[in-house]
């Protein structure tokens, strides 16, 4: 009999995982016959699964104050990372690039939006595509770095198809600053919202999701 696993890889790399065990026609003889193909993976949803993780997405953040905080002799300020990301990429637009860029909806919070607009990334240059591949990467690295490796193949693969779009100024300071990140698979959103417990200033509202991989796939 022949038999083959079937193996998914990104690239030449072939991920620990058989997901399919197909019987083909029967030999002449009584052999058996084991073969292992690597196959290049369909997209993100099969590099993520087959890292063993099911899904890391919807990843929600939040944080107040945004300004810095000091305890022990250490700062911190949770966030600034990922503003600081999404306020480099809107500075690297030229200003035809921003008005395309840039929404007519105030946005309150990090709702969904109606489907992909502002300016697609495989109109803009290397330089500032990889602007865009650093602000995920701000959400991306926070997991293991095997998880991450492959979700940034995809994500990378995937940034000519990715669209920016924002709402106010680039600097995502301000009250309702709106930036998403819209793409295949990725969607990145930060808000500046208005803070309850420190008036006259704001804080950050931002979420992490994948269009096939979010709650598992479910």
Same mark, same amino acid.
């Given at each position: 009999?022949h038999?083959? =696993?079937i193996?998914?890889?990104?690239?030449?790399?072939?991920?620990p %995982?058989?997901?399919?065990?197909?019987?083909?026609?029967?030999?002449?003889?009584n052999?058996?016959? #084991?073969?292992?193909?690597?196959v290049?993976?369909a997209?993100?949803?099969?590099?993520?699964?087959?890292?063993?993780? #099911?899904?890391v997405?919807?990843d =929600?953040r939040?944080?107040?104050?945004?300004t810095?905080?000091?305890? +022990?002799g250490q %700062?911190h300020?949770?966030l600034?990372?990922?503003?600081?990301? =999404?306020a480099?990429?809107l500075? &690297?637009?030229?200003?035809?690039?921003? %008005?395309?860029a840039?929404?007519?909806?105030t946005?309150?919070?990090v709702?969904?939006?109606?489907?992909?607009?502002?300016v697609?990334?495989?109109?803009?240059? %290397?330089?500032?595509?990889q602007?865009?591949?650093?602000? &995920?990467?701000?959400?991306?690295?926070d997991?293991?770095a095997?998880t991450?490796?492959?979700?940034? #193949?995809?994500?990378?693969a995937e940034?000519p198809a990715?669209?920016?779009? =924002?709402v106010?100024?680039?600097?995502?300071?301000?009250?309702? +600053?709106?930036? /998403?990140?819209?793409?295949? &698979?990725s969607?990145?959103?930060?808000s500046?919202?208005?803070s309850?417990?420190f008036p006259?200033?704001? +804080?950050p509202? &931002?979420?992490? /999701?994948? /269009?096939?991989?979010?709650?598992g796939?479910?």
């Amino acid at each position: 009999m022949h038999y083959s =696993f079937i193996w998914w890889g990104v690239g030449l790399l072939v991920l620990p %995982a058989l997901l399919a065990w197909q019987r083909q026609t029967p030999a002449l003889t009584n052999s058996t016959i #084991v073969q292992a193909k690597p196959v290049v993976a369909a997209g993100c949803a099969s590099a993520q699964g087959l890292a063993r993780v #099911v899904g890391v997405t919807p990843d =929600f953040r939040g944080a107040e104050p945004m300004t810095p905080v000091t305890d +022990h002799g250490q %700062a911190h300020q949770p966030l600034e990372q990922e503003r600081a990301a =999404f306020a480099a990429l809107l500075d &690297s637009l030229s200003a035809a690039e921003q %008005a395309k860029a840039r929404l007519t909806t105030t946005f309150r919070n990090v709702l969904l939006g109606p489907g992909q607009d502002g300016v697609r990334l495989g109109e803009l240059s %290397a330089a500032q595509q990889q602007l865009a591949l650093q602000a &995920s990467k701000r959400y991306v690295g926070d997991l293991d770095a095997a998880t991450a490796a492959l979700i940034l #193949v995809c994500y990378t693969a995937e940034l000519p198809a990715t669209y920016v779009a =924002f709402v106010s100024s680039g600097t995502l300071s301000k009250d309702n +600053h709106y930036i /998403r990140l819209d793409g295949p &698979s990725s969607w990145l959103k930060y808000s500046s919202q208005p803070s309850r417990d420190f008036p006259g200033t704001v +804080h950050p509202h &931002s979420v992490w /999701r994948n /269009r096939t991989t979010d709650y598992g796939g479910q």
